[in-house]
């Protein structure tokens, strides 16, 4: 059958790749963001789902502690994920030749693990201070919530949250970005014409300057929107001192809640779409969905191939007359 065919050709392009120094940092980074959002998405979601159909926290002090603690492990590994990813693609762009002594796939590694065990030594408040509590809402109930001795701890943790799990990170991801479109295009050399070369170079500079762009809008816009409107109720509920909970709050909270998620879901589409190589490695592995764009491109590449050869041709019979 077809769907027997393409398992086989997806195992036979397994067979046959072989990944370099820069495939295996790649995968190193994207493994890592796919792992924090897996483990968020199967093992945070259900539980959180629950809280809105039920009447409460029904599955024990433990669980309670565990859930809130992974989902802020997961959360925090992502936003170190997605902010070191940035920083190794700006340090790439920027130092091309000086990257190649230190973007090793021993590097990659250290960093992965040094991620992971931040992430667990920056949640563990949550391990603390995550208990189930006594509430009332239309009725007594029991709620897996944080409970800080003072108010002053807790305005600082929600403080420390934001700034940490959100603020600093879309700080530094669009420092980055920015910082790699206005470095992207420079010419290494000063051209010393204004030939069809030079132009064709500015041509492309302005293609990749501008894949680059869209790449920062999405990444950082996505992040942004995402995890924006948690981010910005929490510090809300916390800080506004005549925040009173209502149906209207439990609907947005609700909201927000499944925008953060959604973060999650689109991240792994994002990373693999955007990425030259794996659209590369898609088409090859799926060729029957891009038969009439090959045929497209090779025609558009055949003209331009032609004009080319047209103003070289142009351009040498040009100086040829000048020399007569």
């Known amino acids: 059958s077809s769907y027997s065919l393409m398992i086989m050709n997806c195992y036979k392009r397994l067979l046959q790749f072989r990944p370099s120094c820069t495939d295996v940092l790649r995968f190193v980074s994207t493994a890592n963001l796919a792992a924090t959002d897996i483990i968020f998405l199967v093992c945070c979601v ?13 599955f ?8 809130a ?8 590994a992502t936003c170190i994920t997605l902010t070191a990813m940035s920083g190794d693609r700006c340090y790439v762009t920027v130092y091309p030749l000086k990257s190649l002594r230190h973007r090793t796939p021993k590097v990659a590694m250290i ?36 409970r800080f001795p003072s108010k ?24 980055c970005y920015t910082l790699m479109v206005k470095r992207v295009g420079q010419p290494t050399v000063e051209p010393v014409d204004n030939n069809y070369q030079v132009n064709l170079l500015s041509e ?10 869209k790449m920062v809008v999405v990444i950082v816009l996505l992040f942004a929107i995402c995890w924006g409107p948690i981010q910005i109720f929490v510090l809300f509920q ?3 001192p005549y925040y009173r909970p209502s149906y209207a709050t439990y609907k947005i909270k609700t909201w927000a809640n499944c925008m953060s998620y959604a973060n999650s879901s689109v991240n792994p589409i994002v990373y693999g779409f955007m990425g030259a190589s794996f659209q590369k490695s898609f088409r090859k592995t ?9 045929r497209d491109s090779s025609m558009a590449s055949r003209t331009a191939n032609a004009e080319i050869k047209f103003v070289a041709a142009e351009e040498g019979n040009n100086n040829n007359n000048g020399a007569e």
Request: proline fraction near 6%; aromatic fraction near 20%.
């Open 238 to 240: 916390s800080f506004y």
């Open 46 to 58: 259900p539980f959180t789902a629950t809280l809105y159909p039920l009447p409460g926290w029904i």
């Open 286 to 294: 799926f060729p029957f969905l891009f038969k009439h764009k090959v």
């Open 60 to 67: 024990g002090n433990f669980m309670c502690k565990f859930v």
């Open 152 to 175: 002053t701890q807790e305005r600082a943790f929600i403080l420390y949250q934001f700034i940490a799990a959100y603020l600093l990170p879309v700080l530094t991801i669009s420092f």
């Open 204 to 213: 492309r500079t302005i293609s990749i300057r501008s894949k680059v762009s």
């Open 111 to 146: 960093v992965s693990i040094c991620i992971w065990i931040g992430s667990l030594i920056l949640s563990t408040p949550i391990l603390i201070y995550q208990r189930i509590e006594e509430g009332y809402w239309y009725g007594p109930r029991q709620y897996c919530m944080e």
């Open 69 to 76: 603690f992974l989902q802020q492990v997961t959360v925090q």
